[in-house]
């Protein structure tokens, strides 16, 4: 009886095992297929994990021949990753969607400078790492979003309108979780001081019409059922929302409209995607290529168009959508400068209650 | 009361061997993670957080586990005991699904109601346009992520209770009714504080669960100590201030741990000799029958039914792209089933071979199950440091699925290791001593009595774990070798990306994997009688 018993137990489990081994032999068989003839390979560790980069590393596949082996993650896990694998890492190229990433990838000592004529070319000075170890191919304002039947444009034209009594109760915005929002008030610590910047933070705080909560898209949504008047949003979610398949989102876009507030009265403050060359990379000219294509600006405007990030060179004429929108003034901080500065941005804020 | 207190230790020392050395094999490949997450916490700096932010993340993860456990302990219960004690209809059908909801992956559940009862959301913004009322809840809410996780965590506690229940002896019921309790008596007094020690079971794994969980609780703008954890070891880079938050956590679960063997120690209740029968159970009629159905109903469709139709309603104007998620899919499939299969080996050698130990290396082995997703990550990068150092960084397919399967062992390693632990105690030390004194060795004892006694206790583990690999995120995402996704790690690169639809299709997918393994084992389940 026992036996019976264990006999079908143990049946079943083999039956189990096989059809897994053949899965797998499946899966990785599909693997392979999906290889194109290639001469080489570059081994690309990515925070960004849009579906849209995928036809650029099929294209850069195409025209190179190197083939491009992904890991995505988040960023620090990632950053983690490295530092595990030591010596005998095989990322090539790292990428991320923040600069305060790449300057932790930076100060953990796991990107190598590189020079290199095209990115330097592609690449304005403001959005690298001076010395060559990161580089930024795309751009993000860290903008407004605002009700336009009860706020007017020039309510929101600074940072510090934003933080002011006028919209006591009436703000939206995510945690400090948000490494969009440590980047911003980096910037603030950075160009008026840490004082400054915590008197805003503290106004921000005391604006908030709800507690932090949601993402971007949740924030602009939120204007829009009128929890609040104005929310801080990255601009390619609202560009995206605007010119996204969902009908309901375009019509959040009619009322909600887009503010870019100004820093010291030279513009917005921006953030980069941007990717540096791994210490130990093993297909270290390979991984340079990777750059200067993703650098280039064919695939700038390939990022803009399909991210609606904003190109990273002057020189590179926005796509629609993003650009009707392109026309801001970008505030010219080197992005190095305020890349350093989470985590004084994140106690700074955990002091005056920004959650 | 069995357990010969003078019998045992002489059987237990004659028996060092082979099973011993294989338990305590598994301990320490569990356990190594864990070890890797004290040494970070002793490997540097600490990151600079406010203490008080920190003891409010505190406050917050033991909150919510108090509440998960709490909702969980009742609902499951419930169910399990309206299932196996009385008669209404669907009763059979509600019997399986309602452990169906252990398929819909915790973040899935997180996504759908977050999107559903958003302020801004076409429900909310509809109820308010045109009736000029508001829901008085809200899902990104303390309450509302208790709600949320107990949804997806409730089925751990029915399927412990299930059994329990139908374990029990008729006789000892009948007996307590004959006496003169009322069928709620029979319940409080006899049932339930025999069932204990699977409740005890059950509702930790839902509280470990929830401790653990990584993606929804984020989602629900809740800040825990994986918040904590996060923070520490992204913005401040530390990932020694990382391990040290988790600290008060692994000796917080520690502590559960103990307190819920030591209260089961000594406390074999099962019905000795007495042949298992079926109950006669009582019917239900009028407004009772219609309370049962509607109860289920509810935990039904608030834990499946709902949520997953939500995600598809939102999902339908997306095209997804079939090709990857399939593949993804494969992956997920594979490393599900292998991954099961190893996790449940190594939990049954642990279950014999520490058996009736206060063995600290079974019970370490455990802990990795209540370590928050982040932290564990973290601990699962030094044994695998080790690994890439010595062949050759993650460039190596093989070595990269070996360490995933090992991360999920390790970190899984309770979920397998409390059902097979409790279908063991159903093997009296008399039938071993029989089995033994017929000649057997231990071995051969361990295949012919006690493994097929604990037969369903063996699936049990087996599907949990092979559904909790299917939703995993932590360990695969900072493992996994190159060009190789699975379904709940799309899904979860979408919702960061706040693409909501898209992430739909991976998570219903996810759903679908899981719901044939669900539905298999959870028949196989219902229809396993001890004794029969």
């Avoid at chain 1, 490494?179 to 160009?191: F, H, P, R, T, W």
């Avoid at chain 2, 000649?439 to 009595?449: D, L, Q, S, W, Y």
């Amino acid at each position: 009886m026992a036996q019976a018993k264990e006999d079908v137990l143990l049946a079943k489990m083999m039956k189990v095992a096989a059809v897994a081994l053949l899965a797998g032999a499946c899966s990785q068989g599909a693997d392979n297929a999906d290889a194109p003839a290639v001469t080489g390979e570059v081994n690309l560790y990515s925070a960004r994990h849009y579906d849209s980069d995928l036809p650029l590393y099929e294209r850069f596949t195409s025209e190179t021949g190197i083939r491009v082996n992904r890991i995505e993650g988040n960023a620090d896990e990632l950053i983690a990753r490295m530092r595990a694998e030591g010596e005998r890492s095989p990322a090539d190229l790292f990428v991320t969607a923040d600069a305060g990433a790449l300057w932790r990838a930076q100060t953990a000592d796991l990107l190598q400078p590189i020079t290199s004529e095209a990115l330097e070319a592609a690449v304005p000075e403001a959005l690298r790492e001076p010395e060559g170890r990161w580089f930024g191919f795309s751009r993000r304002a860290r903008i407004v979003a605002y009700d336009s039947t009860k706020v007017t444009p020039d309510e929101v034209d600074t940072y510090e309108k934003i933080a002011s009594p006028r919209f006591r109760g009436k703000l939206c915005v995510r945690s400090s979780d948000s490494v969009y929002n440590l980047s911003l008030v980096g910037a603030l610590i950075e160009a008026w001081g840490e004082e400054k910047a915590e008197e805003w933070a503290r106004g921000v705080v005391a604006n908030m019409a709800r507690a932090p909560e949601g993402g971007d898209r949740d924030q602009i949504r939120a204007v829009n059922a009128g929890v609040c008047e104005i929310a801080l949003t990255n601009s390619y979610y609202y560009i995206r929302m605007a010119n996204g398949e969902n009908e309901a989102d375009r019509k959040v876009t009619e009322k909600v409209k887009l503010a870019f507030p100004s820093l010291e009265g030279q513009g917005a403050h921006v953030n980069i995607s941007g990717g540096g060359v791994a210490r130990n990379a093993p297909n270290r000219e390979n991984a340079i290529r990777l750059l200067e294509f993703l650098a280039s600006a064919e695939s700038q405007q390939h990022i803009s168009r399909h991210n609606n990030e904003f190109p990273a060179s002057p020189d590179v004429e926005a796509p629609a959508p993003v650009d009707a929108f392109a026309d801001f003034e970008a505030h010219p901080m080197p992005a190095y400068r305020f890349a350093g500065r989470q985590p004084e941005a994140q106690q700074l804020m955990s002091r005056v209650g920004w959650r | 009361m069995i357990a010969s207190p003078v019998a045992e230790p002489a059987l237990r020392r004659r028996s060092l061997s082979w099973l011993k050395g294989l338990g305590i094999a598994a301990a320490v490949v569990a356990a190594a993670p864990l070890l890797g997450v004290l040494a970070a916490a002793l490997s540097g700096p600490g990151a600079e957080m406010a203490g008080r932010d920190i003891a409010r993340y505190a406050a917050t993860s033991a909150w919510l586990a108090l509440l998960v456990g709490l909702v969980t302990a009742a609902t499951g219960t419930l169910a399990a005991w309206l299932t196996v004690m009385y008669r209404f209809p669907g009763r059979r059908f509600f019997t399986w699904a309602l452990v169906l909801p252990l398929a819909v992956p915790a973040f899935a559940l997180a996504y759908a109601y977050a999107d559903l009862f958003d302020v801004a959301g076409a429900l909310r913004t509809g109820l308010r346009t045109n009736y000029g009322f508001d829901l008085p809840f809200e899902m990104r809410t303390i309450g509302g992520a208790a709600f949320v996780l107990s949804c997806a965590f409730y089925p751990y506690v029915y399927l412990a209770m299930r059994t329990a229940f139908i374990s029990q002896s008729a006789s000892a019921l009948e007996a307590a009714r004959m006496l003169g309790c009322s069928p709620g008596k029979v319940f409080f007094r006899v049932a339930f504080p025999l069932a204990r020690p699977a409740l005890a079971a059950g509702v930790a794994l839902a509280v470990m669960e929830t401790l653990a969980a990584y993606g929804a609780v984020p989602f629900l703008a809740l800040q825990t100590l994986t918040t904590g954890v996060v923070r520490a070891w992204s913005v401040f880079g530390s990932t020694a201030g990382a391990a040290r938050l988790a600290l008060p956590l692994l000796a917080a679960a520690a502590v559960l741990l103990w307190i819920e063997r030591r209260g089961r120690s000594g406390r074999s209740h099962d019905g000795r000799g007495s042949a298992w029968r079926p109950l006669a159970a009582p019917r239900l009629t009028g407004a009772r029958a219609a309370l049962a159905v509607a109860f289920c109903l509810f935990l039904l469709t608030a834990g499946l039914l709902l949520p997953a139709g939500w995600l598809l309603w939102g999902s339908l104007d997306i095209t997804p792209e079939w090709p990857r998620l399939l593949r993804a899919a494969r992956h997920s499939l594979t490393l599900a089933v292998a991954g099961a299969l190893l996790t449940v080996a190594l939990a049954t050698f642990l279950a014999l071979g520490t058996r009736g130990e206060r063995s600290l290396a079974g019970r370490f082995a455990s802990l990795g199950y209540a370590t928050p997703g982040a932290v564990m990550a973290v601990g699962l990068l030094a044994p695998a440091s080790i690994l890439w150092q010595l062949f050759g960084g993650t460039g190596n397919f093989a070595i990269g699925i070996g360490l995933l399967l090992y991360a999920y062992a390790a970190r899984l390693m309770a979920a397998a290791v409390e059902p097979i632990e409790a279908g063991l105690t159903r093997v009296t030390p008399t039938m071993v001593w029989a089995s033994r004194s017929l000649g057997a060795g231990e071995m051969r004892t361990a295949f012919k009595v006690q493994l097929p006694v604990a037969r369903g206790a063996l699936l049990t583990g087996g599907l949990i774990v092979f559904i909790d690999i299917l939703k995993e995120l932590p360990a695969t995402l900072i493992l996994r070798p190159f060009n190789f996704d699975t379904l709940a790690v799309i899904a979860n690169n979408y919702a960061l990306d706040e693409r909501l639809p898209q992430a739909g299709w991976p998570s219903l997918l996810i759903v679908a994997m899981a719901l044939p393994g669900v539905l298999w084992l959870s028949r196989e389940i219902a229809a396993s009688r001890p004794g029969a």
